[in-house]
């Protein structure tokens, strides 16, 4: 069949009703390239298309839509289509879907589903938010270690359609507590009368149901896992977190991050959706902050007034200095926050980071130092005295910067502080006030005034 590429050409086969030949299209698509061509249509050609679709696709198309198409189709649809839709997403896509939509949307869309899909969104509702437990998915296979192989694949394409995966599947005692893993090949390979506790992997890596979901997603990286059991207080399975989750919550983190340490409040909706009002109420706490702070730069700059008088070309040094030093610290504060949140740092290595830090920044520090001298000497012309201040409180602003730069995130990491607060706009405001003290008083020494 021909490829349609551009939503115009899906609403050209909507307009002139050929339904059959744009269902046969959309059916060949994978689900995430419909849900992103619904996106960049209208909401009424939005909910035409979506009813277009195979009902074994719709729900699996619905979970990939923004959350405004969701809610928009949610509502327009009646009882018995939305509810085929809930009763079809995942649990915890249902549960990412409550989150983001009103109560009184919430609360229609927990009275239309079944009793079962309303037992597993109470159960991950109940667990707080930014941890594994709400991010698990309750759709999984389970085996009793008592089970033959044979038994055990009678079992995984009984209640296969409904998991989130079959390639790991979870061996349960008695207790329901978590005891192996077994993968699907393993099952395959095997004599169809031996025992699923004879073949099983013992050694079992779970997650907690309170473990933040960045620790979750962590965990993934190290171990290179599709799936993860969840496990409560008693090791009893309570659910997996798949590879698809964890792309999303690294995604989500590093966005809170990167918005953290450009002085911003996090928001939870994207870009092109947040109005102005919205954008200026993340930034603006923030802005007021860094703007008083900075004041204390002024008071210094004043009360080293006569000095500046005596060598006015004091002032045109200024600007540098303070840069370089924010350069510095903020270099330093992006690869130590990158750090703490990779676990590759932990507060014990605070000497070691500190040490590594001071070497590193005395190398820096000297080689801008020389560059700088032989600029000032041979292009600005200044004096000798005039360049040493220059060159040495540049040493001294780089060193400082980079001790501020890594101890202030770890502190705050200790404290129980997201160390991505203390990046680059903060640290920048303290090392500029340290530079101006630093640079006017070695100038006090060095000339005099």
């Not at 998915?137 to 296969?160: M, S």
């Not at 995604?251 to 409040?265: L, R, S, Y």
């Not at 510095?328 to 000497?351: H, K, M, N, P, W």
């Amino acid at each position: 069949m021909e490829q349609l590429r551009e939503p115009d050409e899906l609403r050209a086969l909507l307009d002139t009703k050929q339904y059959t030949k744009l269902r046969q299209y959309l059916s060949e698509l994978n689900h995430a390239d419909v849900a992103a061509l619904l996106g960049e249509m209208d909401e009424g050609a939005t909910l035409k298309i979506f009813r277009i679709l195979p009902k074994d696709m719709a729900a699996d198309v619905f979970s990939y839509l923004e959350v405004e198409d969701q809610q928009y189709i949610i509502n327009s649809l009646s009882d018995k289509e939305a509810a085929g839709i809930i009763d079809n997403l995942m649990a915890d896509d249902v549960v990412d879907l409550l989150e983001e939509m009103p109560a009184n949307v919430v609360k229609g869309i927990l009275a239309i589903a079944s009793p079962e899909t309303r037992r597993d969104i109470n159960h991950l509702l109940r667990y707080p938010e930014d941890s594994a437990g709400s991010i698990m998915t309750v759709e999984y296979v389970d085996l009793k270690e008592t089970l033959t192989v044979d038994e055990a694949i009678a079992r995984i394409r009984k209640v296969g359609l409904d998991s989130e995966t079959i390639n790991i599947c979870y061996v349960l005692d008695e207790q329901r507590r978590l005891v192996g893993t077994v993968a699907l090949r393993y099952l395959l390979l095997s004599d169809g009368d031996e025992k699923i506790g004879d073949i099983m992997h013992e050694n079992v890596i779970s997650i907690h149901t309170l473990t933040d979901q960045e620790e979750a997603a962590r965990l993934f990286q190290k171990y290179d896992f599709t799936a993860m059991p969840v496990v409560d207080n008693e090791n009893r399975l309570v659910g997996i977190i798949t590879v698809d989750d964890i792309v999303d919550i690294m995604e989500e983190e590093t966005t809170e991050d990167m918005e953290k340490m450009a002085a911003i409040v996090p928001s939870d909706k994207p870009y092109m959706r947040t109005t102005v009002w919205e954008t200026w109420k993340k930034r603006i706490p923030w802005l007021l902050l860094l703007m008083v702070s900075a004041t204390f730069t002024g008071a210094i700059i004043t009360s080293f007034e006569e000095a500046l008088s005596i060598y006015v070309s004091l002032t045109a040094f200024i600007p540098m200095l303070m840069d370089t030093g924010g350069n510095a610290g903020g270099q330093v504060s992006v690869t130590v926050i990158r750090g703490l949140s990779l676990g590759e740092i932990e507060y014990r290595d605070t000497f070691k980071v500190v040490w590594k830090e001071i070497r590193v920044a005395v190398l820096c520090g000297l080689t801008l130092a020389a560059a700088n001298f032989a600029k000032l000497i041979l292009f600005d012309r200044v004096g000798l005295y005039v360049a040493a201040v220059v060159c040495v409180t540049l040493v001294a602003a780089v060193l400082l910067a980079m001790l501020v730069g890594c101890l202030l995130p770890i502190g705050a990491k200790k404290m129980g502080f997201d160390p991505a607060v203390m990046a680059s706009p903060f640290i920048t405001t303290i090392v500029d006030a340290l530079s101006l003290i630093v640079y006017f008083r070695v100038a006090t020494v060095i000339l005099g005034i």
